[in-house]
């Protein structure tokens, strides 16, 4: 008897699954793998249904002989201990980001005289439909507020990039990369940068742009994605102001809000000493992260304490000590910020700071020191890396440029050649 493979990352089986299995039949007996968690998050989207659901799931649909663990996005594992006879797929993986993962399995099957066998992917109403309610399943607050502590106990480090706006959202939740080892990547999840969020009105980045105004970006944002959100809350202003915010992005279904212990008119961190930037107390800030914490509703908002010693060029030791008060006070992570180009200083941080607490998440903004890596960090505990103004600082000397051009030459057709076509701004949304 023969063996044929599939692998799931589904939550919902649907027509096309079915088809899948049926097609296998034909040609022996049907082992299905079950993606695991930590690949799924990077491959496709994050599961609502967990590991074990999804396998007991799998194995009682007809015709399934049994059903194994599948970790590796690429195959090797499970075509290493099963060597199937088959390995088959929708051909949706023909094309696309997912035609690297087709091209490596063939090559391992065909090492020992295994095949790939595509099937026609069905896309019809009911899949149209399962996709929708998983979308909704997943942009659903309360699913959505959980879902930082989930990533960050099931993943190295969570990837959070920069949003304002419903279509900087938009291309935090859809681009998809192959990396150079053929990986699939993607980020994990969204930072509503103060800096962004008000440099897209136009204002500067001192609590000017009001709480109102912030709510209204982040709705923008919930109405269109699905990734968890980590919401910048500057100094998190009076404690008897910050409870309510708490609740209302706890309403809202964001993961957590981050405030850093500066007190009156907070400045943009980058300019460091540059201007006068006053540092909170330890204590009065210690009974903000409290009164937060006793005012939240649910268990999965989180506040995390940013610390500027580093920028206000306090010292390591301050920087420390207040990440042990913070830590005491509530606070469920701690973000510390540098502007210097290199990271030595966060390192120490991360390295000292880990001695003491294995635990507590530890949140970085490499902006200036930006040469370091995802996997740098993550040697050094870190759980969160926020790229924290990269699409704005991306797309405005983009717009200034254009913006130049028409005015030199009187015309539009010079810029042309670097502008998104007509068709595809139009489609870019997808229609509901
Ligand atoms: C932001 O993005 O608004 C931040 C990070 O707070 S920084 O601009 O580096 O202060
Ligand atoms: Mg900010």
Same mark, same amino acid.
């Given at each position: =008897?023969?063996?044929?493979?599939?692998?799931?990352?589904?939550?919902?089986?649907?027509?096309?699954?079915?088809?899948?299995?049926?097609?296998?039949?034909?040609?022996?007996?049907?082992?299905?793998?079950?993606?695991?968690?930590?690949?799924?998050?990077?491959?496709?989207?994050?599961?609502?249904?967990?590991?074990?659901?999804?396998?007991?799931?799998?194995?009682?649909? /007809?015709?399934?002989?049994?059903?194994?663990?599948?970790?590796?996005?690429?195959?090797?594992?499970?075509?290493?201990?099963?060597?199937?006879?088959?390995?088959?797929?929708?051909?949706?993986?023909?094309?696309?980001?997912?035609?690297?993962?087709?091209?490596?399995?063939?090559?391992?099957?065909?090492?020992?005289?295994?095949?790939?066998?595509?099937?026609?992917?069905?896309?019809?109403?009911?899949?149209?439909?399962?996709? =929708?309610?998983?979308?909704?399943?997943?942009?659903?607050?309360?699913?959505?507020?959980?879902?930082?502590?989930?990533?960050?106990?099931?993943?190295?480090?969570?990837?959070?990039?920069?949003?304002?706006?419903?279509?900087?959202?938009?291309?935090?939740?859809?681009?998809?990369?192959?990396?150079?080892?053929?990986?699939?990547?993607?980020?994990?999840? =969204?930072?509503?940068?103060?800096?962004?969020?008000?440099?897209?009105?136009?204002?500067?980045?001192?609590?000017?742009?009001?709480?109102?105004?912030?709510?209204?970006?982040?709705?923008?944002?919930?109405?269109?994605?699905?990734?968890?959100?980590?919401?910048?809350?500057?100094?998190?202003?009076?404690?008897?102001?910050?409870?309510?915010?708490?609740?209302?992005?706890?309403?809202?279904?964001?993961?957590?809000?981050?405030?850093?212990?500066?007190?009156?008119?907070?400045?943009?961190?980058?300019?460091?000493?540059?201007? /006068?930037?006053?540092?909170?107390?330890?204590?009065?800030?210690?009974?903000?992260?409290?009164?937060?914490?006793?005012?939240?509703?649910?268990?999965?908002? =989180?506040?995390?304490?940013?610390?500027?010693?580093?920028?206000?060029?306090?010292?390591?030791?301050?920087?420390?000590?207040?990440?042990?008060?913070?830590?005491?006070?509530?606070?469920?992570?701690?973000?510390?910020?540098?502007?210097?180009?290199?990271?030595?200083?966060?390192?120490?941080?991360?390295?000292?700071?880990?001695?003491?607490?294995?635990?507590?998440?530890?949140?970085?903004?490499?902006?200036?020191?930006?040469?370091?890596?995802?996997?740098?960090?993550?040697?050094?505990?870190?759980?969160?890396?926020?790229?924290?103004?990269?699409?704005?600082?991306?797309?405005?000397?983009?717009?200034?440029?254009?913006?130049?051009?028409?005015?030199?030459?009187?015309?539009?057709?010079?810029?042309?050649?670097?502008?998104?076509?007509?068709?595809?701004?139009?489609?870019?949304?997808?229609?509901?």
């Amino acid at each position: =008897m023969k063996t044929v493979y599939t692998c799931f990352a589904t939550d919902v089986i649907h027509a096309g699954h079915l088809n899948i299995i049926n097609e296998a039949q034909k040609y022996g007996r049907v082992v299905v793998g079950c993606l695991s968690d930590r690949a799924s998050i990077r491959y496709n989207r994050f599961p609502t249904v967990s590991e074990d659901k999804r396998i007991e799931m799998y194995g009682e649909i /007809e015709g399934v002989d049994s059903v194994i663990l599948q970790n590796d996005m690429f195959y090797e594992d499970v075509i290493e201990s099963l060597h199937p006879d088959y390995v088959i797929h929708g051909d949706n993986w023909v094309k696309g980001p997912e035609s690297s993962i087709r091209a490596h399995v063939i090559e391992l099957v065909s090492a020992y005289g295994g095949e790939v066998i595509d099937v026609p992917y069905t896309f019809n109403e009911d899949v149209k439909k399962v996709d =929708m309610q998983i979308k909704e399943k997943l942009s659903m607050p309360e699913y959505r507020r959980k879902r930082l502590r989930q990533l960050i106990s099931m993943t190295d480090i969570v990837k959070a990039m920069e949003a304002h706006s419903g279509l900087t959202g938009l291309s935090v939740e859809k681009t998809v990369v192959e990396g150079e080892n053929g990986m699939l990547d993607q980020f994990d999840a =969204m930072w509503i940068s103060s800096l962004c969020d008000s440099t897209a009105k136009g204002k500067p980045d001192i609590e000017l742009v009001d709480m109102t105004s912030r709510f209204r970006t982040i709705e923008d944002i919930t109405e269109v994605t699905t990734k968890p959100i980590i919401f910048d809350g500057d100094t998190g202003g009076l404690a008897e102001h910050f409870v309510y915010t708490v609740r209302t992005l706890e309403r809202l279904g964001v993961s957590a809000v981050i405030i850093e212990d500066k007190t009156g008119l907070k400045k943009n961190s980058l300019f460091g000493t540059e201007v /006068e930037q006053t540092q909170a107390d330890i204590e009065d800030f210690s009974a903000k992260i409290r009164a937060g914490k006793k005012a939240q509703l649910t268990d999965d908002f =989180m506040i995390i304490a940013r610390i500027e010693s580093l920028i206000l060029e306090r010292g390591m030791e301050d920087a420390l000590k207040r990440a042990e008060a913070f830590v005491a006070a509530g606070a469920d992570g701690i973000m510390i910020h540098s502007r210097r180009k290199t990271p030595d200083e966060i390192l120490e941080f991360c390295d000292r700071f880990r001695e003491k607490d294995k635990t507590t998440p530890i949140v970085v903004v490499p902006s200036s020191y930006n040469t370091i890596t995802e996997n740098e960090l993550v040697a050094h505990g870190v759980n969160i890396v926020i790229y924290a103004n990269q699409l704005t600082r991306a797309a405005f000397p983009a717009m200034q440029k254009t913006a130049e051009d028409i005015l030199r030459y009187h015309r539009a057709k010079e810029v042309d050649d670097r502008l998104m076509s007509i068709k595809d701004i139009i489609t870019l949304i997808d229609e509901i």
